[in-house]
């Protein structure tokens, strides 16, 4: 049962670099959802998706963009990496909002 | 918005006792919340909610109570054992609204043999 699978699990990248963080879930899930998690702190939501083709803002969306083009993927995307964003962030799906959520591993990223 | 918080940082006992983490909530609309564990490394893992209809509820050795009044939640875990060391976070959500969870700041339970 793979459940939510987060790739890659650990970067380093150079201020103004860009990169994508791949999500994919196969529990036929229409929510998912992109959280950051920086120390001391609980998790903040980035961006989400209610279904295919759609997406939405949430806390904390600036200096992100997020892809849906296939329900089983969710892409979250740095288009100038800045040393901010360094933190580790978890992709979670649902099969809606009141339902529990199901997260990934985590993508462990490194701004220098 | 509004956000969950958690009463303390760190929450010390012994294996064997009972454990209790609590958690309030800011968000009276909100009609959702759920626990979830989270050892070192990994991502959060479910470990049960709750709807705002019901004050309690039960599953494997843990139970939520939910105080609307107050705008309280707790987590009781039974006969804690070392396997329950992680950070514990308390999240709500509302019916009908699209965003995700909102999360507090968690409380690290280490268990002391």
């Known amino acids: 049962n793979a459940g939510v699978t987060q790739t890659p699990k650990f970067r380093v990248l150079k201020t103004g670099q860009s990169m994508t963080l791949l999500c994919a879930q196969d529990?036929?899930?229409?929510?998912m959802y992109w959280y950051r998690q920086d120390p001391g702190m609980g998790l903040r939501l980035i961006h989400y998706?209610?279904?295919?083709?759609?997406?939405a803002k949430g806390e904390v969306p600036d200096g992100y963009n997020v892809s849906r083009l296939k329900k089983q993927n969710f892409l979250l995307g740095l288009e100038s990496a800045a040393p901010s964003q360094t933190s580790v962030y978890f992709c979670?799906?649902?099969?809606?909002?009141?339902?529990?959520?199901?997260f990934g591993d985590g993508t462990r990223l490194s701004i220098l | 918005g509004e956000s969950v918080g958690l009463h303390l940082p760190t929450l010390s006992v012994q294996e064997g006792d009972n454990s209790i983490i609590n958690c309030a909530y800011s968000?009276?609309?909100?009609?959702?919340f759920i626990w979830y564990k989270q050892e070192s490394g990994k991502g959060p893992q479910f470990i049960i909610d709750?709807?705002?209809?019901?004050d309690k509820r039960q599953g494997q050795r843990v139970t939520v109570l939910l105080n609307k009044t107050v705008k309280h939640l707790s987590l009781q875990i039974a006969a804690t054992q070392p396997g329950d060391s992680a950070v514990y976070f308390c999240?709500?959500?509302?019916?009908?609204?699209?965003?995700?969870?909102?999360f507090g700041k968690g409380t690290h339970l280490i268990i002391q043999p």
């Open positions: 709750i709807r705002s209809n019901m």
């Open positions: 968000n009276s609309a909100s009609d959702y």
């Open positions: 998706s209610v279904g295919e083709g759609t997406t």
């Open positions: 999240a709500e959500n509302m019916e009908g609204g699209a965003d995700g969870l909102t």
């Open positions: 979670a799906s649902s099969y809606s909002n009141v339902q529990p959520q199901h």
């Open positions: 529990m036929n899930h229409e929510y």
